[in-house]
């Protein structure tokens, strides 16, 4: 898929601000970023490129059950995730490493999940970043749901936004065909809910192209639900942050729903468990890495003054995360079969005690048979 003229771009694959009727009424978001900001951008982008990266490694080394990459996607999700605020909550799909970092989970969460130590990685509630979820689609309910709440409890649309919220949902074009995700569309059309809803259109759902999937622009068929719509380069992580936050301060500000297509592109495989070369050509490949949302912003960075330094400065972060990563992974160890337990209900349950006693007794047998 290519750009159309509806996509808004404020920043040129040759990394220069772009100045069109598109672009206009994001500018000033752009304008009102401080240089940390934009620094601030660049690091997390290369840092969780570098996180996944080592990851991929972990996983051919055995030391991962699964992994699943990010890599292309970057400008997408760090724009995105920098225009919410501590109130919102994030739903994310499963390859959203990036946000996560962002929103302070401590990746090594991640790596516990794909590991299989865990059935989670992280309580929800120290940061509004909710559990990765890998059946496709349904955390799009879960997330209007969220969003149906606020409204209720008189969480959003107050007027302040120091303390008005709003519910932000990450899922792909592969997603987009689910069920679950036009369920969730009529819902937060209906009750006007404050949720935005953030498709990444990395062009395939595993091995489908996005336009046997959509013979038109994903983003347009948020309208048939009432729900306006927009298409932005996600490659560009100035105009995926500028037209994240416009649509997150109209959804905190009761204006209902909103829906962004993000077009990027997964430069890797779906997960560990895929071989991209068997379906997409390497002309494909080539065209996108052209348009690599980290070049991109560094040579936009360094036409503002930003010098070798900068760069060699977040690249050694890069590392020293991966060398971080690396090490507690390896650590991880075996958690306890008890855990399984744990969670099940939100109160202690007479059924899961019964089965936590009935484990230990079986146990005991086994050691007293040997």
Known sequence: MSYTAATVQLLSPEGKLVESDASAEYLPYIEALSDDQLRDFHRHMVVIRRFDQEATNLQRQGQLGLWVPSMGQEAAQVGSAFASRPQDHIFPSYREHAVARIRGIDLIGIMGLLRGTTHGGWNPADSNFHLYTLVLGSHTLHATGRAMAMTLDGATGTGDPETDAAVMVYFGDGASSQGDVSEAL????????????????????????????????????????????IQVDGNDVLASFAVTKHNLDAARGGDGPRFIEALTYRMGAHTSSDDPTKYRLDSEVDYWLARDPI??????????????????????????????????TLALGTPPVSTMFDHVYSEPHPLIEAQQLWLAEYEASLENDG
Do not use: C, M
Not at 299 to 318: I, K, Q
């Open 186 to 229: 009529v819902f937060a059309a209906s009750y006007q809910s404050p949720v935005v809803f953030f498709l990444q259109n990395n062009h395939w759902a595993i091995s489908v192209p996005v336009e046997i999937q959509s013979r038109s622009p994903l983003y347009l068929r948020s309208s048939g639900f009432g729900i306006p719509g």
């Open 295 to 328: 070049a991109r912003f560094e040579t936009y960075l360094r036409s503002r003054g930003e010098t070798d330094a900068f760069f060699a400065d977040v690249a050694a972060e890069g590392e020293d995360l991966a060398a971080d990563i690396r090490k507690r």
